[in-house]
């Protein structure tokens, strides 16, 4: 017995033997690696931990509004402005108040742990972020209209910025839930979309063929879209999408030079020319169309299988479908993608950083108007003081991506203590030859991966190249929308469509333009650059008796349609 009691301890001596020099050669071989692991893990821990008191956050978030309400309330009335503009702040204000307060009363009032609680309130916390943003969009307007100095709009930012962070504290509880959530949402999509795309015979299958119209004045990122609508379209109808780019302005080779292909089946089988475009019977085997043609429901559309998760778990679950289609289309040729990485390298692009993009092209009058560097500018300080209150050694930087040559030498006269890198030379007239020449694709398709990259962006949403970035962020991180400030317009697919909305609070006008609401009306948003949010305001027609006139952006919402799409049924 005494035998068999000793060979078992020498058993176990060896195998703990074994497992210390695994480890202890495992560290040693793999210590980056490893150190990485206790960070991430350690990171998830902090997260968690974090998350723990949500109601001393919400505590702390109703305090920290009201004391920023007296201080516009003073500034206001210090200015002698008009008395409307006060009564309309503060009609505001309370009203976001008591939406504040019901925050807190249901993480007082809950039973459930800080994890489950945030994740189950998600939409609740995103729509008081987004509320408290457009509110504070608003105020900023009324500052500038009874010209108070610049030092007092910044201190509103600074105590708004404040607001926000704190909702993303809210926010930011729920993240490794919902991250895994829509993970496993997105694997399911991108592998419906694989299946579709690959068919086993590409001459017996059902085919949506989209050609690009290259007598448009469409440039990349309106392209870009243009696809995205042709594969909405194609997932709609359960069709192979055959896009055929020959001829195509940037590349002659079409789009295949610089992104992998969208499937199997070679797009040369299909060129027909002349091309006619066949409006087609729906059951028929093959329909073709000029991309540029598109459907209305495509504007705002979200599959219906996937809208009751969407809607619980992100922010903007129309962003979030654009994302994973963005995704699945640009994915880069290998030598894109070492470029791209090169490029990452040699600039030293790395965290914490802000892109901006700043939009002055050939399509500047018709697209989007003209804003100041110090406008995006203004947002990158917001960043970067609030991330100062921890850590006053942070080297402030931005990422540039612009067709302008001269916002790189404005920015960094008056800007010296930030860095500014850009992936090409901006400094470089960038004449429409240049753009549609050698290295032009490649430049505009890497300012809109880097963008996406960044950890904040401030850009102008008119602008489909915008877009696109915001949209590719969207398919890496889960809380995109809380990472972008648009200096115009709010995200959509195509600038024709207006938004469905919702109206969630009654609204009186303080004068001409703006239009009544009451609570529950059906109104459609002008997502058009020239009625800009930029305000806290959006232009709407009410539906049912088609007023026109603007509103607050805060007592509406944005509402989706719902449309089945087969291929997405268990």
């Known amino acids: 017995m005494i035998t068999k009691c000793a060979c078992f301890a020498a058993v176990l001596v060896l195998i703990f033997l074994q497992v210390y020099v695994y480890q202890v050669k495992f560290r040693k071989k793999h210590e980056v690696g490893y150190q990485e692991s206790l960070r991430g893990i350690w990171k998830m821990n902090r997260t968690v931990s974090e998350s723990i008191n949500l109601e001393d956050i919400s505590r702390k978030l109703l305090i920290e509004y009201n004391k920023t309400w007296r201080y ?11 008395n409307k503009y006060i009564q309309a702040l503060e009609d505001g204000y309370l009203l976001l108040r008591s939406r504040i307060e019901r925050v807190l009363m249901l993480v007082s009032n ?43 709009r910044e201190t509103l930012g600074n105590k708004f910025w404040f607001l926000l962070e704190k909702i ?48 448009l004045n469409c440039g990349f990122g309106c392209e870009t879209h243009s696809l995205i609508s042709c594969m ?40 027909i020319n002349p091309y006619i475009t066949l409006e087609g019977n729906e059951n028929a085997t093959i329909i073709k169309k000029y991309s540029s043609e598109y459907k209305e429901w495509i504007g705002w559309s979200i599959p219906r299988q996937l809208s009751s998760t969407l809607q619980k778990y992100h922010a903007e679950p129309f962003l979030w479908w654009i994302g994973q289609l963005i995704k699945y289309a640009m994915k880069l040729q290998p030598w894109m993608e070492e ?24 399509k500047l009058k018709d697209s989007g108007g003209f804003h100041e560097v110090d406008e995006y500018m203004f947002y990158a300080d917001q960043y970067f003081n609030y991330l100062k209150t921890t850590n006053k050694h942070i080297q402030p930087k931005v990422f540039l991506a612009t067709e302008d040559e001269s916002a790189l030498p404005e ?62 962020m969207s398919a890496n991180r889960v809380d995109a929308a809380t990472r972008i400030h648009s200096l115009d317009t709010g995200h959509r697919l195509k600038t024709l469509f207006d938004a469905p909305w919702r109206a969630t609070a009654n609204h009186t006008p303080i004068n001409s333009e703006e239009l009544r609401l009451h609570k529950g009306d059906k109104v459609k948003v002008s997502m058009s650059y020239r009625e800009s949010l930029k305000d806290g305001y959006v232009m709407a027609s009410n539906r049912a ?21 087969s291929i997405f049924d268990l």
Request: proline share 2%; with cysteine.
């Open 72 to 82: 516009i309330i003073t500034s206001c009335e210090n200015s002698e402005a008009d």
């Open 110 to 152: 809950s039973k459930n742990n800080s994890i489950e609680l945030a994740a189950e309130n998600f939409i609740t916390f995103w729509n008081l972020f987004s509320d408290i943003k457009h509110f504070w969009m608003k105020t900023m307007s009324v500052f500038r209209n009874i010209g108070l100095k610049e030092d007092d």
């Open 168 to 215: 993303k504290e809210l926010i930011k509880a729920s993240e490794i839930k919902r991250k895994k959530i829509l993970d496993d949402l997105s694997i399911k999509v991108t592998t419906k979309i694989h299946k579709l795309q690959n068919p086993r015979d590409c001459m017996d299958t059902r085919l949506l063929i989209c050609k690009l119209n290259t007598k």
């Open 232 to 271: 909405m379209e194609a997932l709609r109808s359960q069709r192979t999408l055959i896009y055929i780019t020959e001829g195509w302005r940037y590349a002659k080779q079409g789009r295949e030079y610089t992104f992998s292909p969208l499937n199997n089946c070679s797009t040369y089988s299909f060129s």
């Open 339 to 362: 470029d791209l990485n090169n490029i990452i390298t040699r600039v030293g692009f790395s965290s914490p950083v802000v892109g901006i993009q700043i939009r002055r092209g050939d």
């Open 411 to 472: 920015l960094t006269l008056r800007y010296p203590d930030y860095k500014f890198i850009v992936s090409n030379h901006v400094t470089e007239k960038v004449t429409k030859h240049m753009r549609y020449g050698d290295g032009g694709l490649e430049g505009i398709i890497f300012d809109i991966l880097l963008l996406s990259r960044c950890d904040y962006i401030v850009c102008t949403l008119s602008s489909n190249v915008c877009r696109a970035a915001y949209e590719a």
């Open 545 to 565: 008796t088609g007023e026109k006139g603007r509103i607050p952006a805060y007592k509406a919402r944005e509402e989706l349609t719902l449309l089945h799409f």
